[in-house]
C-alpha cells in the first residue's frame, strides 16, 4: 500500500536552516505529482509546494518563495523539502503528500504522518 | 491567488441529521474545456494527517462511505453529510486545484455532535 514516511524535523533556531525528506512506497514514485503542506499548532492546513511528477515544474505559496525549495530523487523514491532562514512562523506540521491520480497534478490523494518542525532560541 | 472561504466556521449537528458545508472561491475554479470544477474536499479527525473525500467537486474517493456528496460549480460548492454518525467529528476543508498552483485551502469548517 502507498507509504509516505516524513523525517527530519525537529527544534531548530531562527534563521538556520533544515531539509525535510520523504521516503515513498507502495507506488510508483516517478509517476505522481508531490506536495508539501503544513499546518500549525491549532490552525488550519497551507498548501507550500508541489513537484511535477518528472520534476520539470515546481509551485510555491508565496508565504514560502525564496526561502523554500522543494525536489525529488525518483532514483531514491524520496522528496525533499529545504528551507532556508527558518522563522517561528514556519513552525508547524509538515505533510509529504501524492496527488491522486497519475501524471495530473492537483488534489491530494495521500498523505504521510508528518514531521514536527519547530522554530524557537 | 484565488482565496477560498468557508461557511460556517464550526456547526453542531445531532447524529442522523444533515450536515452542510459551504465553500465559495473569490474566481471560478471550473475548467470550461472538461466542463470539471478543481475541487476538493478533506476530512481531517484529531491527530490525522487530512483524507481526501471528494474531487472534482462531486466525485467521491473509493471508499467514502456514501452519505457524504459534493455539490456545486464556478464558485461556490457544498459538503453534505448525511445521517451524521460519531465517527464523522473533524475539521473539513475545500481546496482548490485550478491550473497553475498555488492549490489554496479553504480555513477549515469544524464539525461536531449536538
Known amino acids: 500500500q502507498v507509504q509516505l514516511v516524513e523525517s527530519g524535523g525537529g527544534v531548530v533556531q531562527p534563521g538556520r536552516s533544515l531539509r525535510l525528506s520523504c521516503a515513498a512506497s507502495?507506488?510508483?514514485?516517478?509517476?505522481?505529482?508531490m506536495h508539501w503542506v503544513r499546518q500549525a499548532p491549532g490552525k488550519g492546513l497551507e498548501w507550500v509546494a508541489v513537484i511535477w511528477y518528472d520534476g520539470s515544474n515546481k509551485y510555491y505559496a508565496d508565504s514560502v518563495k525564496g526561502r523554500f525549495t522543494i525536489s525529488r530523487d525518483n532514483s531514491k523514491n524520496t522528496l525533499y523539502l529545504q528551507i532556508n532562514s527558518l522563522r517561528a512562523e514556519d513552525t508547524a506540521v509538515y505533510y509529504c503528500a501524492r496527488d491522486r491520480g497519475q501524471w495530473l497534478v492537483g488534489e491530494v490523494g495521500y498523505w504521510g504522518q508528518g514531521t514536527l518542525v519547530t522554530v524557537s532560541s | 491567488d484565488i482565496v477560498m472561504t468557508q461557511s460556517p466556521d464550526s456547526l453542531a449537528v445531532s447524529l442522523g441529521e444533515r450536515a452542510t458545508i459551504n465553500c465559495k472561491s473569490s474566481q471560478s475554479v471550473l475548467y470550461s474545456s472538461n466542463n470539471k470544477n478543481y475541487l476538493a474536499w478533506y476530512q481531517q479527525k484529531p491527530g490525522q494527517p487530512p483524507k481526501l473525500l471528494i474531487y472534482?467537486?462531486?466525485t467521491r474517493e473509493s471508499g467514502v462511505p456514501d452519505r457524504f456528496s459534493g455539490s456545486g460549480s464556478g464558485t461556490d460548492f457544498t459538503l453534505t453529510i448525511n445521517s451524521l454518525q460519531a465517527e464523522d467529528v473533524a475539521v473539513y476543508y475545500c481546496?482548490?486545484?485550478?491550473?497553475?498552483?498555488?492549490?489554496?485551502f479553504g480555513q477549515g469548517t469544524k464539525l461536531e455532535i449536538k
Open positions: 472534482w467537486a462531486s
Open positions: 481546496q482548490q486545484y485550478y491550473t497553475t498552483p498555488p492549490y489554496t
Open positions: 507502495g507506488f510508483t514514485f516517478s509517476s505522481y505529482g
